[in-house]
């Protein structure tokens, strides 16, 4: 069955570093997503992306972070200035068309140093 | 506002059913879905709910009802396996908002 794919799994990084989160979404899906969950807490929504535009975004999308999909097969995450809060997990997700239920890749989990 | 409304824990035994209720208030409605998220893992797709009713999926059964902002989990014949947590999500828009969930630990 195909996946969604997140690489890499771990990263580690210095406060006010840039980090870059990268997927690869199912191939014939259309609508792609990022969310985050913080250790023990719930999954939320960061941003919706779909026809090469941002649909949709939360307020935890603020000016540092960015969405991307620079190629026919990757959809990235960047986060500019990393702060210690950013430390999450982060999910990347993909759907083919809006009755569908989303895919969830294995995710990334960020740790801010 | 949005709100998303699970019991934080519940317990069963092997073989039993049981049957997780969500409340819910969202600015927009497409959907209601039900994930199940192990520890450190991914949520994996269960059921989902666009219209009023019973969904059913082998073991498991997914009920909504949009007047009420009310749908159930049921999860039937459990497993030890099914020990995990069990994610609400309805949708406004395209994005999934999702509740705090529901940890469910099963026991022999």
């Known amino acids: 069955e195909p996946e969604v794919t997140q690489t890499p799994s771990h990263q580690v990084t210095q406060m006010g570093q840039e980090v870059i989160l990268r997927c690869v979404p199912i191939?014939?899906?259309?609508?792609f997503y990022w969310y985050r969950q913080i250790l023990g807490q719930k999954v939320e929504f960061l941003v919706s992306?779909?026809?090469?535009?941002?649909?949709?975004k939360s307020e935890i999308f603020d000016d540092q972070f960015s969405v991307e999909r620079p190629d026919g097969s990757n959809f990235t995450l960047k986060i500019r200035s990393t702060k210690l809060e950013d430390s999450a997990m982060y999910f990347c997700?993909?759907?083919?068309?809006?009755?569908?239920?989303?895919?969830f890749g294995d995710g990334t989990r960020l740790s801010i140093l | 506002g949005q709100n998303i409304d699970q019991p934080t824990e519940m317990t069963a035994t092997e073989g039993a059913i049981v049957q997780i209720n969500c409340t819910y208030q969202?600015?927009?409605?497409?959907?209601l879905f039900w994930y199940q998220q192990h520890a450190g893992e991914a949520p994996t797709f269960l059921s989902y709910?666009?219209?009023?009713g019973l969904e059913e999926k082998g073991r498991f059964s997914s009920f909504l009802s949009r007047s009420k902002g009310y749908s159930y989990l049921l999860l039937k014949e459990l497993q030890m396996k099914d020990s995990a947590s069990y994610l609400c999500?309805?949708?406004?828009?395209?994005?999934?908002?999702f509740g705090k969930g529901t940890t469910l630990s099963v026991s022999s």
């Open positions: 997700a993909s759907l083919q068309n809006s009755n569908q239920p989303q895919h």
């Open positions: 191939s014939n899906h259309l609508y």
């Open positions: 992306f779909y026809n090469n535009e941002i649909s949709e």
């Open positions: 969202t600015s927009g409605f497409n959907g």
């Open positions: 709910n666009v219209l009023d």
């Open positions: 999500a309805p949708r406004g828009g395209t994005a999934l908002i």
